[in-house]
């Protein structure tokens, strides 16, 4: 029995293109279920239950904006506002989508407060439909709201 150099060669790729068959198959196995997990995000880019990092952060600054002027409401010595209108409880949603939604209702009720309390006139309230302008558009009027107390 001869084996040839041709032989041989042909057996040890065989061999190695199996032995790297099998440890293509066996990681790409284990792997799955943290590909799974992530839904696309990589872990610098998402936080806590598959929400973007980035835009909680700037919903959650929009919010802390809501809060400072909830709290200049209830401190007001000049005019005594609504409860409602300084309330802050329920103004967290379960994802970004709900949150940008109660800011929406919320900033809507403090204006109306303004507007009967203070005898203000305020531009109407256009919302973009553009999420990022939303917040943007959010932020000013939360501002301005604040210029006016």
């Given at each position: 029995?001869?084996?040839?150099?041709?032989?041989?060669?042909?057996i040890?790729?065989?061999?190695g293109a199996s032995?790297?068959g099998i440890?293509k198959?066996?990681?790409?196995?284990c792997?799955?279920a943290?590909?799974?997990?992530t839904?696309g995000c990589?872990?610098s880019?998402?936080?806590?239950?598959k929400?973007?990092?980035?835009?909680?952060?700037?919903?959650?600054d929009?919010?802390?904006n809501?809060?400072d002027?909830k709290s200049?409401?209830?401190s007001?010595?000049?005019v005594?506002?609504?409860?409602r209108?300084?309330?802050i409880?329920?103004i967290i949603?379960?994802?970004?989508?709900?949150?940008?939604?109660?800011?929406?209702?919320?900033?809507k009720i403090v204006?109306?407060?303004?507007i009967?309390?203070l005898?203000?006139?305020?531009?109407?309230f256009?919302?973009?439909?553009n999420k990022?302008?939303?917040?943007?558009?959010?932020?000013?009027?939360?501002?301005?709201?604040?210029?006016v107390?």
């Amino acid at each position: 029995m001869q084996l040839n150099l041709k032989t041989v060669i042909l057996i040890a790729a065989v061999l190695g293109a199996s032995a790297f068959g099998i440890k293509k198959f066996f990681f790409s196995s284990c792997c799955a279920a943290t590909v799974e997990t992530t839904s696309g995000c990589t872990p610098s880019n998402c936080r806590g239950a598959k929400t973007k990092f980035g835009e909680a952060k700037v919903i959650s600054d929009l919010r802390l904006n809501l809060i400072d002027l909830k709290s200049e409401l209830e401190s007001s010595n000049d005019v005594t506002f609504d409860p409602r209108a300084y309330d802050i409880h329920g103004i967290i949603g379960d994802n970004d989508d709900e949150s940008l939604e109660i800011i929406v209702k919320e900033v809507k009720i403090v204006e109306e407060e303004i507007i009967q309390k203070l005898d203000q006139q305020l531009a109407a309230f256009e919302l973009p439909e553009n999420k990022a302008k939303q917040i943007q558009y959010l932020n000013g009027r939360i501002k301005s709201l604040q210029e006016v107390l």
